[in-house]
Nanobody, 123 residues
């Protein structure tokens, strides 16, 4: 059974940093596309960053240069280092997995989800 458990959320001042982690279990981790999504109140769940099985990464334009996604296939961990945080980064952040070679971008194309972790950035 696939399980994704996020940790590391919390509060930060604008300009600060937070690091999120996602621990995966129950499947062949290295084969999956892994991604981070976020959902602010009243908004859709949007892609933040993704990391495919070949080592390619993508970022939403809004976080390029500020966020870094990384994965450790041995430890089965997906991380998101967030720097220079802005109030508009405030959201619940979700880790997601998709068993596909071509990493999708939309939330509907990911099969497995963590429970989410809250990130709040104050100005």
């Amino acid at each position: 059974q696939v399980q994704l458990v996020e940790s590391g959320g919390g509060s930060a001042q604008a300009g600060g940093s937070l690091r999120l982690s996602c621990a995966a279990s129950g499947y062949t981790y290295s084969r999956y596309c892994m991604g981070w999504f976020r959902q602010a109140p009243g908004k859709e769940r949007d892609g933040v960053a993704r990391y495919d099985r070949f080592g390619n990464v993508w970022y939403a334009d809004s976080v390029k240069g500020r966020f870094t996604i990384s994965r450790d296939n041995y430890k089965r961990i997906l991380d998101l280092q967030m720097s220079n945080l802005k109030p508009e980064d405030t959201a619940i952040y979700y880790c997601a997995a998709a068993d596909v070679a071509n990493c999708p971008w939309f939330a509907a194309d990911f099969s497995y989800w963590g429970q989410g972790t809250q990130v709040t950035v104050s100005s």
